[in-house]
């Protein structure tokens, strides 16, 4: 069974850096995309930044500059570092899997989510 676990969130003040982590595990047959979401309290859930297998990257315009999403693939892991943080960017952050798992058909797959504050 497919499972993503989100790491790496926190309490830093406006201006600092986090570094996401998002462990993908289980029977894994391809990866097609993986995506960071956020979501705010009485906010939609918003994409954040989305990384495709053929290495190709789209950022929301709020972060652009800011946040970069990369990936380890023999770790099946995608990261999120987040520079220059502001208070802006408090949310919980979900990291989704747009993947085909052995034995079952193409679909998305989420994580539980990291909560990210930051502190002005």
């Known amino acids: 069974q497919v499972q993503l676990v989100e790491s790496g969130g926190g309490l830093v003040q406006s201006g600092g850096s986090l570094r996401l982590s998002c462990a993908a595990s289980?029977?894994?047959?391809?990866?097609?995309?993986m995506s960071w979401y956020r979501q705010a309290p009485g906010n939609q859930r918003e994409l954040v930044a989305t990384?495709?297998?053929?290495?190709?990257?789209n950022y929301a315009d709020s972060v652009k500059g800011r946040f970069a999403i990369s990936r380890d693939n023999a770790k099946n892991t995608v990261y999120l570092q987040m520079n220059s943080l502001k208070p802006e960017d408090t949310a919980v952050y979900y990291c989704?899997?747009?993947?085909?798992?052995?034995?079952?058909?193409?679909?998305?797959?989420w994580g539980q989510g990291t909560q990210v504050i930051v502190s002005s």
């Open positions: 289980g029977s894994i047959f391809n990866i097609a995309h």
């Open positions: 990384l495709a297998n053929d290495g190709m990257t």
């Open positions: 989704k899997a747009d993947l085909k798992s052995s034995g079952l058909p193409w679909g998305d797959y």
